[in-house]
């Protein structure tokens, strides 16, 4: 009886250390729970699908498949490992999907869901990856479609001689120069940083830095403001005063656009303003009406007697249309 006592204790001892060597034979999975030395299988699965699609090895490979597309189900994974591994090029994951469609083609029966499931993310990755290249490619194409336009215009405003454009003077010179929105090329011009010199941003700022040194070499003040401020004093009607003082004040406003802090033709626009105010308030002891003053020394068409003074009632009536000159009565608004 004592001996089959010990013959038991013996058996349960050997069991004992044959299911430790079990346990210890058993892979550790990191993080996986375990109750009394077993894995818990379902625990470990739940784990693994938190894992990237994009890195983890892929699960619906099936290397026994010996059909008819067999070649395209492995150039499918070949590719599918060079993207894995960071050895694609840009046509792999095209040349993914066209083995995809070469499979259904070869093998209508394989179902393709998994290798499409398993592209997908690629191809959404790469598509944007691609969009974000495509609008960082259009923002700098912009911009320098911008910084070209505004360069066009500001050499059409400057000159590195002395030169004045024949015709380029008050208000067409205003014009040209208040397109170039100089506030707004300001604060375009903080997104860039450091200027290439030799770009068209900084071509530009060359010229803008060189503008008031140009009004000086030009002599515009003295060619047209100055000049324009004689004409006034000099013409023989009102209409030619106003017209040479009104080419003066757009000359000064334009190149107070580009160069504000200048003093002469800060003053000269000052001079031109109290000028223009006296020649029309002379001009309002004139004319008999607005119409008048629109039509200074024009010739106008009228169905009935213009009454001075009272033009207005008939200006729809109007015309300007000689062929109906035998209609109408002719009026010559002198000055």
Not at 202 to 213: I, P, R
Not at 232 to 253: G, H, T, V
């Amino acid at each position: 009886m004592k001996r089959v006592i010990i013959l038991s204790s013996f058996m349960c001892c050997f069991c004992l250390v044959k299911a430790q060597i079990t346990v210890k034979g058993v892979p550790k999975v990191k993080n996986l729970p375990t109750i009394k030395g077993k894995q818990d299988k379902s625990s470990q699965e739940e784990a693994k699908s938190t894992v990237d699609t994009l890195s983890k090895p892929s699960t619906t490979k099936d290397d026994t498949y010996t059909g008819p597309a067999k070649v395209y189900v492995r150039a499918f994974w070949t590719n599918i490992e060079k993207l894995k591994t960071d050895n694609a090029t840009a046509s792999t994951i095209n040349n993914a999907e066209r083995a995809i469609n070469s499979i259904k083609e070869k093998d209508p029966s394989y179902n393709t869901s998994a290798l499409e499931a398993e592209i997908k993310p690629w191809k959404d990755k790469s598509a944007k990856e691609t969009g974000e290249a495509n609008a960082a490619k259009t923002k700098i194409e912009d911009a320098n479609n911008y910084y070209k336009e505004i360069w066009r215009k500001v050499i059409g405003v400057h000159s590195t001689g002395m030169d004045i454009e024949p015709g380029a003077t008050g208000k067409t010179y205003y014009d040209r120069v208040k397109a170039i929105n100089i506030e707004e090329y300001k604060e375009k011009k903080k997104e860039l940083g450091t200027i290439d010199p030799k770009s068209y941003a900084g071509l530009t700022e060359a010229k803008l830095a060189d503008y008031d040194a140009y009004v000086k070499r030009a002599d515009r003040l003295k060619w047209n403001v100055v000049a324009m401020i004689t004409k006034s004093a000099d013409a023989p009607n009102l209409q030619d005063k106003l017209k040479f003082l009104d080419e003066a004040k757009y000359e000064c406003m334009a190149i107070l656009l580009l160069s504000p802090n200048n003093e002469p033709f800060k003053k000269k626009l000052e001079e031109v303003n109290r000028l223009m105010g006296n020649t029309q308030g002379e001009a309002a002891k004139f004319f008999t009406s607005d119409f008048h003053k629109e039509n200074l020394n024009k010739i106008v068409w009228s169905n009935k007697p213009l009454v001075i003074g009272k033009e207005k009632k008939w200006h729809l009536l109007l015309k300007m249309n000689l062929e109906l000159a035998k209609q109408f009565l002719v009026l010559y608004i002198l000055e």
